[in-house]
């Protein structure tokens, strides 16, 4: 590993808010909504994919599954869990990650913020594929009531095609979007593992920076400041269509999600 490979994670004074260890045979949908961006096209283009067995998610693209916004985003197919969502009326440009220019709303949806934490610990346990046309990530955005607050934090972000048994390239940092007070700060970190296997990423956010981890050793830093509510989007993307070759489904395999708070310790009233 590159960059601050000699820091670790300390999760001491961190309390657990969220969790979702994917026990269930049905989708907790008090954490999750299983759509990606459903203003910009629909909850029905938009659905993902998705398997709960064995006590783990599988996200999956699927040999019929359709681009879900081929006249936004061409032929990307994508399973995507978040846990939020907010945007204008039908019509209006206000939405959340406004990855285009012109986009307009297309249906409507009720502001839901079921975890939109601003600062803590957010963890993934998960396998990225090798697959050449697929990328697998956790990243947040800004919940986007107010419209700058619409950056980005990667937590992970795998390309298959950066992938080698024994090696990859992980890309972690954070993204401006249409925030300008964001510097954008992304990098792809080298990795000497099999990212293929179980491995945990973190990210520690804090007001004053923000840090990215692998099974607790630091990969990056970021020296700034984002102090807004933001959602986690977990997903898996095929980047090109591959009909007759290799195998379906494609498959992002995640063990547990995580969402921690700093605990503040209560102080005595003077006398």
């Known amino acids: 590993m590159k960059e601050d490979s000699q820091l670790k994670l300390d999760r001491n004074g961190y309390v657990?808010?969220?969790e979702d260890n994917f026990s269930s045979t049905d989708l907790d949908l008090t954490k999750w909504l299983p759509y990606y961006l459903p203003q910009w096209k629909s909850r029905e283009s938009s659905q993902a994919r998705?398997?709960?067995d064995t006590q783990q998610l599988s996200l999956m693209i699927e040999e019929d599954q359709q681009p879900w916004?081929?006249?936004h985003n061409g032929e990307i197919r994508v399973s995507n869990l978040q846990t939020g969502v907010f945007a204008g009326p039908?019509?209006?440009?206000?939405?959340?990650h406004r990855f285009k220019e012109g986009l307009v709303v297309q249906q409507q949806q009720e502001a839901t913020a079921l975890y939109t934490p601003t600062f803590g610990l957010i963890e993934l346990r998960s396998k990225a594929i090798k697959d050449p046309h697929c990328l697998v990530a956790l990243w947040l955005i800004g919940f986007e009531s107010n419209p700058e607050d619409s950056a980005e934090i990667c937590v992970m972000e795998i390309f298959g095609k950066d992938v080698d048994d024994d090696r990859a390239l992980v890309g972690v940092g954070i993204k401006k979007h249409h925030d300008p007070r964001v510097e954008e700060d992304f990098s792809k970190i080298e990795v000497q593992v099999d990212v293929c296997d179980w491995h945990i990423y973190?990210?520690?956010w804090t007001p004053e920076s923000i840090s990215f981890y692998l099974d607790g050793i630091c990969?990056?830093?970021v020296k700034q400041a984002i102090d807004y509510p933001m959602q986690l989007m977990l997903n898996i993307y095929e980047l090109a269509r591959t009909d007759g070759v290799g195998s379906y489904p494609k498959e992002f395999?995640?063990?547990?999600?995580r969402g921690y708070t700093k605990q503040v310790l209560a102080t005595s009233r003077p006398s």
């Open 16 to 18: 657990l808010e969220f």
């Open 50 to 52: 998705y398997q709960l």
């Open 69 to 71: 916004a081929p006249e």
């Open 90 to 96: 039908v019509g209006s440009q206000i939405g959340q």
């Open 202 to 204: 973190s990210v520690e």
């Open 219 to 221: 990969l990056k830093t």
């Open 253 to 257: 395999a995640v063990d547990w999600v």
